[in-house]
C-alpha cells in the first residue's frame, strides 16, 4: 500500500519537473491541465495557488498579455461578424422592398387595366342605350365621379380621369374624353391648322411636307432632303401621323408648342384630390397642354344616323328612299332629285336651296328611272325644305356614302377647336357653347341654324366638318395600391361600333 502511495505521488509530481524545465510553457499549458486533476482527485486547489505564485521569468505578464490579445480579436471577430450579419439582412431587407415594390407596380398596373376595362364597358353600353332612344350625344360618361373617381378594387383602388376642357374650368374632371373634339392632324387643312395659337405658315408647311405622299417641298416646309441632312438622319413619314407625339419630328415643332409651356407643369388647381396625388403629367412630365391637348390623329364618324342605321345618300337616292325618311313628301322627293340634276350637294346645308320642281313628271321616263327623273329645279321657286324641316332630318341624310374622318363633335369641342372651322369666330364658338350649355346638347348639326350669329352661310361652310356625336374615347386610367401608394397609368384609345368596340392605342408606364 505505501508502495502504491509512492509511486501515485511521484507521477503526479512529473508534470512539476516539467514545468520547471520550461516554466512559461509549463505553466500555461500543465499548470492548467494539473490543477484540474488535483481539485478532482483531492479537493484542493494547490495547482492553482501555484499559478499564481510569481517564477522570477515574466511568465505572469506574457500569459495575460496573450489572454487580453485573444480576448481583442475575440471582440473584432464578433464586430466583422456583425457588420455581416447587418450587411445581409440589409442586403435582404432590400431585396424584400425591391420584390415588394415590383409586385406592387405589377398590381397597380392590373387595376389600372380594370379601370381601362370598365370605361369601355360603359362606353358600349352607353352607346346601345344611345341607339335605342336614337340620341347622338348623351354626355353621361364625361364627368362621372360615381363610377370612375377612386372605385375600390382588391388592394387597392382605380380612377378614371381626364384634363376639363378649357369651357369645364381649371382640374381634373373624373370621366372619359372624346377624340371627335379635337383636330384631327391628319384630315386638318392648312387653313385650319394656321389657326391653332402660335402656329407659324413654316410650322403647317413642314406638317403638310410630312403628311403627304410625296417629296416636293412646300414654300416654307421641309422634306426628306432636310430630315436627312440631321443628326441623328431620318426620313418624313409621307403619309398620316401615328400619334400626336410624332409632330415633335417636324421641323419647327418644339417640345414647349407641342407639350406645354413651364407655366403648366406640376400642380392642377380645384382637383378636389387628396394631397399627394400626383399632377395631370403627359409621359415627358408636363401637363397635356400646349397642341396636344387640341390635336388627335384617330377621331372617325361613322356614316350612320342616331339609331345605328344607315344614312340615306341625297347624290344617289330614288323617290322611295328618300320618301322613307321621315318628314320627306313625295314632292320633295322629286324636287331633292330634281335639283341634284343641275347641282351637286355639297353638304347638308344644300338642302336648303332646294326649290320645287317644274313640270313634275309623275310617271317614269324608262324602266328602272326614278320618279321625277325628267323634272327642273326651279331656282326662283319657293324652297321646299325650311331649317325646321332641315333639323328634323339632317341625321338620317347624308352626301357620301364613306364615313368621316376629322369630324369635329359640336357638342364636346372647345373654343381653341371650333374657331379653326371656316367661318368661325371665338365669339361664335363662344356662342355655341353657351347654346348647349344652355339649351342641351345638339340633336344634330343641322342645330347649329339656332345658334345666334350663326348664318347659312357659315353653316354650310362648317356642315361637311362637323359631327353631333362622338366614337372615339380616350381613357386615361390610374391604379394605385393603398398600402404602398405604387400606381401605375395606362392611356387607352378606343373606336365603339354597332356590335364591337376596338383598341387603337395603347400606352402604358405614363
Request: overall charge negative; some cysteine; hydrophobic content about 35%.
Amino acid at each position: 500500500m505505501a508502495n502504491t502511495n509512492h509511486q501515485l505521488l511521484s507521477s503526479r509530481k512529473k508534470p512539476t519537473t516539467k514545468l520547471q524545465s520550461n516554466p512559461c510553457f509549463g505553466l500555461e499549458l500543465g499548470a492548467w491541465s494539473f490543477s484540474g486533476v488535483w481539485s478532482l482527485e483531492f479537493g484542493v486547489s494547490r495547482a492553482s495557488t501555484s499559478r499564481n505564485r510569481p517564477n522570477g521569468n515574466g511568465c505572469i505578464r506574457r500569459s495575460t498579455a496573450a489572454r487580453a490579445s485573444i480576448l481583442v480579436g475575440l471582440l473584432w471577430c464578433l464586430a466583422i461578424l456583425a457588420v455581416v450579419v447587418i450587411g445581409v439582412l440589409h442586403t435582404a431587407r432590400l431585396d424584400l422592398l425591391v420584390v415588394k415594390n415590383y409586385g406592387d407596380k405589377i398590381q397597380a398596373h392590373y387595376l389600372a387595366l380594370a379601370g381601362v376595362e370598365k370605361a369601355k364597358a360603359l362606353i358600349f353600353q352607353d352607346a346601345i342605350d344611345r341607339r335605342h332612344s336614337a340620341k347622338n350625344h348623351s354626355g353621361a360618361l364625361y364627368d362621372d365621379p360615381q363610377d370612375f373617381r377612386d372605385v375600390t378594387f382588391g388592394r387597392g383602388e382605380f380612377r378614371v380621369f381626364r384634363r376639363a376642357r378649357p369651357d369645364e374650368g381649371e382640374g381634373v374632371i373624373y370621366g372619359i374624353g372624346d377624340e371627335e373634339s379635337r383636330l384631327n392632324v391628319n384630315t386638318a387643312t392648312p387653313d385650319q391648322l394656321a389657326k391653332l395659337d402660335g402656329m407659324t405658315p413654316d410650322i403647317v408647311a413642314a406638317i403638310v411636307d410630312w403628311r403627304d405622299p410625296d417629296n416636293e417641298v412646300t414654300p416654307g416646309g421641309a422634306e426628306a432632303d432636310y430630315y436627312m441632312s440631321l443628326q441623328p438622319p431620318y426620313r418624313p413619314r409621307n403619309g398620316p401621323l401615328q400619334t400626336v407625339r410624332e409632330l415633335l419630328m417636324v421641323r419647327g415643332v418644339s417640345p414647349e408648342q407641342l407639350l406645354g409651356g413651364p407655366d403648366e407643369e406640376n400642380t392642377i388647381s380645384g382637383t378636389g384630390r387628396d394631397e399627394g396625388d400626383s399632377p395631370l403629367l403627359t409621359p415627358d412630365g408636363v401637363l397635356d397642354g400646349g397642341w396636344s391637348g387640341f390635336l388627335t390623329v384617330d377621331s372617325l364618324d361613322n356614316n350612320l344616323n342616331a339609331a345605328g342605321d344607315d344614312r340615306v345618300n341625297i347624290q344617289s337616292a330614288d323617290d322611295r328612299a328618300l320618301t322613307g325618311v321621315k318628314g320627306i313628301t313625295s314632292d320633295i322627293a322629286r324636287a331633292i332629285i330634281a335639283y341634284r340634276g343641275q347641282n351637286q350637294f355639297q353638304s347638308l346645308a344644300d338642302l336648303l336651296d332646294v326649290t320645287a320642281a317644274q313640270n313634275q313628271n309623275r310617271g317614269r321616263s324608262g324602266r328602272g328611272a326614278p320618279v321625277g327623273a325628267q323634272n327642273d329645279s326651279n331656282p326662283s321657286g319657293p324652297k321646299v325644305i325650311s331649317e325646321d324641316l332641315l333639323q328634323d332630318i339632317a341625321d338620317d341624310l347624308t352626301v357620301a356614302n364613306q364615313d368621316q374622318p376629322g369630324a369635329i363633335n359640336i357638342n364636346t369641342a372647345s373654343v381653341p377647336v371650333l374657331v379653326c372651322l371656316p367661318g368661325i369666330d371665338p365669339q361664335l364658338a363662344q356662342a355655341i357653347i353657351s347654346y348647349r350649355k344652355s339649351s342641351g346638347f345638339f340633336p344634330n348639326i343641322a342645330w347649329l341654324l339656332k345658334v345666334p350669329g350663326m348664318t347659312r352661310n357659315i353653316f354650310k361652310q362648317v356642315a361637311p366638318l362637323v359631327t353631333a356625336r362622338s366614337e372615339t374615347y380616350r381613357i386615361l386610367a390610374e391604379g394605385k395600391v393603398t398600402s404602398s401608394g405604387t400606381r401605375q397609368r395606362i392611356q387607352v384609345i378606343v373606336h365603339v361600333g354597332v356590335h364591337n368596340i376596338d383598341t387603337l392605342s395603347y400606352r402604358e408606364d405614363l
